[in-house]
């Protein structure tokens, strides 16, 4: 299976708070990460525009749960493969288009991945929204592993 990969994403898919300006994400490899061990690939960019669709990409062997990608992009839009040594962090905006690549290896890609919201976010409904979807799976997922049922907010 190749689950160590993860489609070309934006991560605000997965936060129910605005403004997106007030969000970051820190993303630091925790040892050498390059093409073969799967690398964060991004496109250049891309956090000026806006939040596109998203759901599981059509891919042999699949993707890991709530690995959603983007459904339309330009694919041929230029991509910048970041090669990173232990320790090295990159900053990005929530709306950036990313993923990463299969792990060719044997060994590990680790990484930590944080995101920070300002206190000045605020929640929104994404009820009829393109991110209505991931808010289903996550409750969906809560009321497996806690049985909570019809009592899961997001807020």
């Known amino acids: 299976k190749k689950t160590s990969r993860h489609p070309l994403h934006q991560d605000l898919h ?5 403004p997106s300006d007030l969000i970051v994400c820190a993303w630091t490899a925790m040892e050498h990460i390059n093409r ?4 964060l690939v ?6 000026k525009g806006s939040l596109k669709p998203h759901d599981y990409p059509k ?8 690995f959603h990608g983007i459904q339309d992009y330009e694919e041929n839009k230029a991509r910048v493969h970041l090669v990173m040594e232990k320790g090295d962090t990159v900053f990005f905006h929530p709306l950036l288009i990313h993923g990463s690549g299969q792990n060719k ?9 944080c995101h920070f919201a300002s206190a000045d976010c605020h929640y929104i409904d994404v ?16 009321h497996k592993f806690f049985g909570a049922e019809n009592s899961v907010d997001l807020k």
């Not at 997965?14 to 605005?18: I, Q």
């Not at 891919?59 to 709530?66: I, R, Y």
């Open 14 to 18: 997965y936060f129910p708070f605005r």
């Open 36 to 39: 073969n061990n799967g690398c």
């Open 42 to 47: 991004v496109l250049p960019g891309t956090h």
């Open 59 to 66: 891919w042999e062997g699949g993707v890991n749960k709530m």
């Open 105 to 113: 290896t044997q060994g590990f890609r680790k990484a930590i991945s």
């Open 127 to 142: 009820k009829g929204t393109s991110q209505e979807n991931i808010e289903k799976e996550v409750v969906g997922i809560a």
